[in-house]
């Protein structure tokens, strides 16, 4: 059984358009959260939310729109998308603890063309 | 802010030795947790080992384990008898223990590549 799901796995699309990713942890966990990975393989936290609440919003342009529609569920929402969005997104969750280990998704390759 | 260093963009070994990856990290905090991962092709993202900054023992999972010196903050990940499988990034993480300082989050490092050759 996937513990934590995304789709897609890989989007290709154009400058400008908007997209969405979604996530989904049948885990239990309460908190869920965002990663990008960029070209360079650095992973940076964008937003976490625990038990639907926005709880990290790490200086991410407001084009990135979080949403969670309820604990098990963390979609992202990108407008106007731009050549630098390309990067591999990762979901990830894990129970309300620093000492709880995060669980990853598999990650979702945007290519911006 | 915490920041965490991999000086090591890329390691080998060879299978059956021993390999050691090195993480530095800089925080004003005094508990914490540190994390190492490991992403191979696949793209998924596997918790190797973890080490809670107020245990001075130094954790150990198998064949991996860790030197942990809160002093010097550093944080390095042995890989011993190495296999053709453990071939990956190696990413070192930390995470706060305080909620007010967003102990949600990991702070992650540059990773290290590692390259295994038989």
């Known amino acids: 059984d996937t513990a934590v799901s995304q789709t897609p796995k890989y989007l290709v699309t154009q400058m400008g358009n908007d997209k969405s990713i979604k996530c989904e942890q049948n885990?239990?966990?309460?908190?869920m959260y965002w990663y990008k990975q960029d070209s360079k393989k650095f992973l940076k936290i964008m937003f976490s939310?625990?038990?639907?609440?926005?709880?990290i919003n790490e200086t991410v342009p407001n084009r990135f729109s979080p949403k969670s529609p309820d604990k098990a569920h963390l979609n992202l929402h990108i407008n106007s998308l731009e050549l630098g969005d390309s990067a591999v997104y990762f979901c990830?969750?894990?129970?309300?603890?620093?000492?709880?280990?995060?669980?990853f998704g598999p990650g979702t390759r945007l290519t911006v063309l | 802010a915490q920041t965490v260093t991999q000086s090591q963009p890329e390691m080998s070994v060879q299978e059956a030795e021993t390999v050691t990856l090195s993480c530095t990290y800089d925080?004003?905090?005094?508990?914490?947790?540190l994390f190492w991962y490991k992403q191979p092709p696949s793209r998924q993202m596997i918790l190797v080992i973890r080490?809670?900054?107020?245990?001075?023992q130094n954790a150990t999972e198998n064949r991996f384990s860790v030197n942990f010196q809160k002093a010097a903050k550093s944080f390095s990940l042995k890989i011993s008898d190495s296999q053709l499988g453990d071939a990956a990034m190696y990413f070192c993480?930390?995470?706060?223990?305080?909620?007010?300082?967003?102990?949600?989050?990991?702070?992650f490092g540059t990773g290290t590549r590692l390259l295994v050759s038989p």
């Open positions: 885990l239990g966990h309460d908190t």
């Open positions: 990830a969750s894990s129970q309300d603890s620093a000492y709880n280990e995060q669980f």
């Open positions: 993480a930390y995470r706060s223990a305080f909620m007010n300082t967003g102990f949600q989050k990991l702070v």
């Open positions: 939310y625990n038990n639907k609440e926005l709880i």
């Open positions: 080490q809670e900054a107020y245990k001075q």
């Open positions: 925080t004003s905090e005094s508990d914490y947790y």
